[in-house]
């Protein structure tokens, strides 16, 4: 089974840049499949943030587009997350999975965006 764990989170001022990684272990064909960021804040849903196909097209919801970057390096069975200008309302505890959420989710990585 696939596992997951992300790292990167870190307490950071307004404007700053984190990056997050995401590595899948237990696979073999990481590449074969599409690879997404979600974030989730206590009391409320988990957010689908960012996608990357196996091909390599992004998608990005509208509250990150323009300041987020999703990548991804199958050699290393990792997924990378690029957050520049971050704000507030950024803060978050950030996952990766498959998009549909299909493999076990990991522990997270907490980004917080102080004013």
């Known amino acids: 089974q696939v596992e997951l764990l992300e790292s990167g989170g870190d307490l950071v001022q307004a404007g700053g840049s984190l990056r997050l990684s995401c590595v899948a272990s237990g696979t073999s064909v990481f590449r074969l499949f599409g690879v997404a960021w979600f974030r989730q804040v206590p009391g409320k849903q988990r957010e689908l943030v960012a996608t990357?196909?196996?091909?390599?097209?992004?998608n990005y919801s509208d509250s990150v587009k323009g300041r987020f970057t999703i990548s991804r390096d199958n050699a290393k069975n990792t997924s990378y997350l690029q957050m520049n200008n971050l704000k507030p309302e950024d803060t978050a505890l950030y996952y990766c999975?498959?998009?549909?959420?299909?493999?076990?989710w990991g522990q997270g990585t907490q980004v917080t965006v102080s004013s």
């Open positions: 990357i196909t196996r091909l390599g097209n992004t």
């Open positions: 999975n498959e998009p549909q959420g299909r493999w076990t």
